[in-house]
């Protein structure tokens, strides 16, 4: 049988009421790809317990509005928090359906966002400096009238190689404190060095680091002072 016979089989025969609505729900989608009308299926959730309270077909405005109205107001208007990713439809869910709630975007993807954003402004200091060297090359190559083929710069080198520095979560990266030779610096250098050296390319990288450890120290649950 094909997955699609299955589905219909199952919404023919099976079910299930939801459970009431709490103060704190999730909105999350999960990809079904049933037909064009049904890729993501909206999943609503317990935001405390993590129990599912319902499962919609589709995460549609013509599937999602009808069901939504459909709960009775007193019982949305108890909703205090509503946590999502940063779909815009679902923070829009606040204002249409939830007027005592306020949207709440879970820490897994404010991470996400603030570590892309970190990412796309160190991909600018990348560009930034090859063009630089770009120039240069061709400078020399005019003024020796012959090509001129330089090595990396030590900026693009470090931002090409060690950007994972901050990028990555403090508490997963495995500092070095003993030195091991660069084979681009010719050099002794460790992770502490590594990392000094970014921060030097520009000061902007360190606060950034810094910001986003902040906030990971302060929401990521697996953190003492979020597990009290």
């Known amino acids: ?28 989608e999960v990809h079904l790809d049933m037909d064009d009308d049904c890729k993501y299926a909206l999943v609503i959730q317990d935001f405390h317990s993590g129990d599912p309270i319902d499962l919609l077909r589709s995460r549609r405005t013509s599937v999602t509005e009808p069901y ?54 160190i991909r600018q200091l990348l560009k930034k400096y090859r063009q630089r060297d770009r120039e240069y090359q061709d400078k020399l190559s005019y003024e ?51 990392e000094d050296a970014l921060f030097q390319i520009d000061p902007n990288l360190k606060d950034f680091r810094n910001l986003k450890e902040m906030y990971v120290y302060l929401m990521v649950p697996s953190n003492p002072l979020t597990a009290k």
């Open 1 to 28: 049988m094909s997955d699609t016979y299955v589905h219909e089989i199952f919404d023919r025969y099976v079910k299930l009421d939801r459970l009431s609505l709490t103060d704190a729900i999730s909105i999350d």
């Open 68 to 121: 939504f109205v459909s709960i009775p107001a007193t019982e949305r208007n108890q909703v205090k928090y509503l946590i999502s990713d940063m779909y815009n439809p679902y923070i829009a869910y606040v204002e249409k359906y939830f007027p005592n709630a306020v949207p709440v975007v879970d820490s897994f993807h404010v991470i996400q966002w603030i570590t892309r954003s970190i990412d796309n402004y």
């Open 144 to 194: 020796q009238q012959r090509p001129v083929s330089l090595p990396p710069s030590d900026e693009v080198y470090l931002l090409q190689k060690y950007r994972w520095l901050i990028l990555s979560n403090q508490s997963n990266i495995r500092y070095h404190s003993d030195p091991r030779m660069d084979s681009h610096f010719h050099v002794l250098m460790n992770t502490y060095d590594y």
